[in-house]
């Protein structure tokens, strides 16, 4: 089992950046494959971005490619988000998950990660 920590979100002007930070407890981080979500007022959630369990193949959203760069240290157990070129649309809720991975794949379907973090606030102002 994991729990997951979010940190780092926050109010930032559009065309600023924000790193987010998902800590993670318990044994053997280096198992699971993480990813990004994020959830607007009104709206579903949304895939964001993914990496594999080692860090060696990545996926990110479409709406966020060129400015959100997804990574992971392993020895920190912790993954992070950086996000540029911040927008109001980018206004959410972000929330890392983890599930046990495969070597090198990644997952961007939320109903296949089984451990959620409390998420944290981005608030982006025009």
């Known amino acids: 089992q994991v729990q997951l920590v979010e940190s780092g979100g926050g109010l930032v002007q559009a065309g600023g950046s924000l790193r987010l930070s998902c800590a993670a407890s318990?044994?053997?981080?280096?198992?699971?494959?993480m990813g990004w979500f994020r959830q607007a007022p009104g709206k579903e959630r949304d895939f964001v971005a993914a990496?594999?369990?080692?860090?060696?193949?990545?996926a990110t959203a479409d709406s966020v490619k060129g400015r959100y760069t997804i990574s992971r240290d392993n020895a920190k157990n912790t993954v992070y988000l950086q996000m540029n070129s911040l927008t109001p649309e980018d206004t959410a809720v972000y929330s890392c998950?983890?599930?046990?991975?495969?070597?090198?794949?990644?997952?961007?379907?939320?109903?296949?990660?089984?451990?959620w973090g409390q998420g944290t606030q981005v608030t982006v102002s025009s």
């Open positions: 998950a983890a599930t046990v991975g495969s070597s090198g794949r990644v997952y961007i379907n939320s109903y296949v990660y089984d451990y």
């Open positions: 318990g044994r053997s981080f280096s198992m699971y494959a």
């Open positions: 990496i594999s369990r080692g860090g060696d193949n990545t």
